[in-house]
């Protein structure tokens, strides 16, 4: 193979003895001599390189021997070198090459290098397009679970304003249970009872009787003293919507009267009893008995409305002992009455 400079492009192209072909750059015709014969290239060589491939070793190419460059043309000198360049410093010293480096072997007009792949060409591979659909399926089923999630309470909420539910209307049960009021400490010797409709307390001597007590149209209880006709008596009477406490107080010594003699009526000052006021007056009455012996007894009488319902106490005390022991327990007793 003989070696073949391109006189107008520079580029070296490889061609057979005798072989005649164009540039592949510049299309220049492009030719080789024929081989010599043996002695003719014996006669050629010098003595001193003559004995150097005699020897068998490689010999150093002489550049002086070398046939000399072909001129560069005017497009390629007229460019600067660029700083970057890989080009040998004898091109930026206007020196020419050799033709045989491998530096001057020039590239074809039509080359470009490859471009770096873009993501969307990344996206087109059949990998990166099946990697993409999985990675965006757990957000498809996220949102699709979102939207059932809202159509199911939207739903609801339609059908029990609708009052399509059975168990729309109803109504919600307390849960906690309503608080009494404090209890007061009893004095000694107390015992407590508490209205059968739970509507107030009240302390009463241990040794004292409970038993039911007349009240007309209503309910009552009687806590007497034994083999004695003190004791008090509290009623839970009837109401009406206009009825005051001093007409309370009029109406049960009304009752009085159709049970026995009232004599000696009097309106005593209001006071306050359970934390409730209360319209108080006295009398002296005689109940009326056949066949029996009866004592006069002076009653105490208070009337008071709470939350609705009228409620009425009578003391009873036996005539002429107002300032006796039975009074001081019967002043334990009121102060010890509550309402629940």
């Not at 957000?139 to 539910?165: D, I």
Request: net charge negative; glycine share 8%; with cysteine.
């Amino acid at each position: 193979m003989q070696q073949a400079v391109c006189a107008s492009c520079g580029r070296v192209v490889l061609l057979q003895p005798g072989e005649t072909r164009a540039c592949p750059s510049c299309g220049n015709s492009l030719s080789a001599p024929q081989a010599a014969s043996a002695d003719e290239q014996t006669q050629r060589l010098p003595g001193p390189a003559l004995a150097a491939q005699d020897d068998g070793t490689t010999r150093p190419i002489d550049p002086a021997a070398l046939p000399p460059p072909p001129p560069l043309s005017p497009a390629s000198s007229s460019q600067p070198q660029s700083q970057g360049s890989d080009t040998p410093a004898a091109v930026a010293d206007n020196t020419p090459l050799w033709p045989g480096d491998p530096t001057t072997q020039a590239l074809p007009a039509d080359y470009a290098p490859p471009l770096p792949p873009t993501p969307a060409s990344e996206a087109s591979q059949p990998g990166a397009a099946v990697t993409q659909k999985r990675s965006r399926a757990p957000l498809v089923f996220s949102v699709l679970a979102l939207v059932l999630l809202l159509v199911v309470v939207s739903v609801g909420g339609v059908l029990a304003s609708a009052h399509l539910f059975p168990f729309a209307d109803v109504p919600a049960t307390p849960t906690a249970a309503p608080t009494l009021p404090p209890t007061a400490t009893p004095p000694p010797g107390y015992l407590l009872y508490r209205d059968v409709q739970g509507a107030f307390d009240i302390y009463y001597p241990a040794e004292w009787t409970v038993k039911p007590a007349a009240a007309q149209g209503g309910t009552g209880v009687a806590l007497t003293k034994p083999s004695s006709t003190v004791g008090m008596a509290i009623l839970q009477v009837p109401i009406s919507g206009t009825a005051t406490m001093r007409q309370l107080l009029e109406n049960q010594f009304q009752e009085l009267a159709q049970g026995g003699t009232v004599s000696n009526q009097q309106q005593l000052a209001d006071g306050t009893v359970g934390g409730a006021p209360w319209a108080q007056g006295s009398v002296d009455w005689l109940p009326k008995q056949h066949g029996t012996v009866t004592v006069k007894e002076h009653l105490v009488v208070l009337a008071t409305t709470y939350h609705g319902h009228a409620f009425v106490i009578e003391l009873i005390e036996a005539q002429g002992t107002s300032a006796s022991a039975d009074e001081a327990t019967l002043q334990t007793m009121l102060a010890s009455f509550t309402f629940v």
